[in-house]
């Protein structure tokens, strides 16, 4: 094929595994890797785990050592940003150097927190976690400090919750709605976040939000909420979301719609600039939707099928989506994509550490999530992807095995 150079914009999880699949394909030609960041591909995950505990070093995130990644052979520029594409020319214009060509471009520069938009949301001690140096300050003002704030009740919201509570903090979460992960989880399983964090000390206002942060005059921050209360901590965290860093296809006049644009081959509206991980939006047919998928498995799983379309191969990315969450010693899985109009069936004791939830369309289940139930959550797995038929009332008794169904 004529495909003598590919271009990867990001050099994150995504934009990792784009650049080993093109490789270990057999492609020979040139591979330029632009990523801000000073470091080699690494995954996220850890980062509110157990790189924010001090259970493991930064380097154990990256998705290749120093040796396997030099054998890649690839042009590599760190701490340089992709700042415009010109379409007609094929270049990628960066922060520094000179533009470079391409025959086929992958957008995998993912998303940026989202910030707080109120009054001293950039003070010192206010903290996102998106990469490394977020969590070695933030890690760094957990062991100095004792109040935490963290401002957003979702994914990532808890799961530090969770490691700042192991390292001994007072903690409160400040919720908006009315309940914890509402965006992605059914009241069944907020109500059981809740108590667990509930019983592991942490404070959860839920319906109110942040109106202001504010130095306090004893030292430390105060943050006043919507409902006037004041909370006085050390240090902030906000986890409010994800915006995907889509403003680079945008202003090339690709597609975007909240992320770039993309079909089930990862291409755009540019059949030579191709999208994965975070900042891609496409058709997910287990959502009967257009979304993006903020996911481990996505970012790599998309990277390796934005490679492998780029190559001129078939793909048809359309995994069924799955996604993890680990907070205190509870593993919360998530198979499929829940929606409120599915049927919720419940199997074991919602009010245990190990139960699962099925999401029924019709009479066939479309999802599964629940904690401490990897093994069960295999089965649901295979009822999902073989759209078996399912008598609910069997599928909510843990006497019958799910081996059985
Ligand atoms: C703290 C944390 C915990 C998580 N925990 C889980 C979990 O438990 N389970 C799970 O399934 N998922 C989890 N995720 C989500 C998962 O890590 C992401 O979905 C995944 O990292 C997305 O990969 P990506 O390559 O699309 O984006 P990223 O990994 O964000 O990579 C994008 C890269 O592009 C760079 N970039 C952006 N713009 C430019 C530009 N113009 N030029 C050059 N480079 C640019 C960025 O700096 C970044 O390095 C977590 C995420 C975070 C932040």
Request: net charge neutral; with cysteine; aromatic share 6%.
């Amino acid at each position: 094929m004529n495909t003598d150079t590919i271009v990867i914009v990001g050099a994150g999880q995504a934009g990792g595994w784009a650049a080993q699949t093109l490789r270990s394909e057999g492609f020979k030609g040139r591979i330029v890797l632009i990523g801000d960041e000073a470091h080699r591909p690494y995954e996220r995950p850890p980062l509110s785990k157990a790189v924010l505990a001090g259970d493991a070093h930064a380097d154990s995130t990256h998705l290749l050592k120093q040796d396997a990644f030099d054998r890649l052979d690839i042009d590599w520029r760190p701490k340089v940003a992709a700042t415009r594409i010109d379409r007609p020319a094929t270049q990628v214009h960066l922060s520094q150097g000179e533009p470079v060509r391409y025959d086929k471009l992958i957008l995998c520069n993912g998303g940026r927190a989202r910030r707080l938009e109120v009054p001293g949301a950039d003070l010192p001690g206010v903290f996102t976690l998106r990469s490394i140096e977020d969590a070695m300050a933030l890690g760094a003002a957990l062991s100095a400090n004792k109040r935490l704030l963290i401002v957003g009740g979702g994914w990532i919201g808890l799961e530090v919750a969770a490691t700042a509570r192991k390292k001994g903090l007072d903690v409160t979460v400040v919720e908006a709605m009315d309940r914890l992960c509402k965006r992605t989880v059914p009241p069944v399983i907020s109500g059981y976040l809740h108590r667990l964090h509930s019983a592991h000390g942490v404070e959860v206002l839920l319906g109110t939000g942040v109106r202001a942060l504010a130095r306090a005059p004893g030292g430390g921050l105060s943050a006043t909420l919507d409902d006037g209360r004041a909370i006085a901590c050390d240090a902030v965290l906000v986890g409010i979301g994800l915006v995907a860093n889509d403003a680079l296809a945008r202003e090339a006049g690709l597609a975007c719609e909240g992320g770039v644009v993309v079909d089930s081959q990862c291409r755009s509206s540019d059949p030579d600039i191709l999208a994965a991980g975070d900042v891609a939006a496409w058709h997910c047919e287990w959502a009967g939707r257009r979304m993006r998928l903020e996911s481990w498995q996505n970012a790599q799983e998309q990277g390796i099928a934005a490679a492998r379309a780029a190559l001129g191969m078939a793909v048809n990315h359309q995994p069924l989506p799955w996604f993890w969450s680990d907070q205190y010693d509870v593993n919360l899985q998530i198979f499929g994509m829940p929606a409120p109009s599915h049927r919720v069936v419940v199997r074991g004791d919602p009010d245990s550490h190990v139960f699962v939830v099925f999401f029924l369309d019709q009479d066939k289940v479309v999802a599964a999530l629940g904690p401490n139930c990897a093994k069960d959550l295999r089965f649901a797995r295979r009822l999902i992807e073989r759209r078996t038929s399912i008598d609910p009332e069997r599928l909510a008794d843990s006497r019958t095995p799910l081996a059985k169904l």
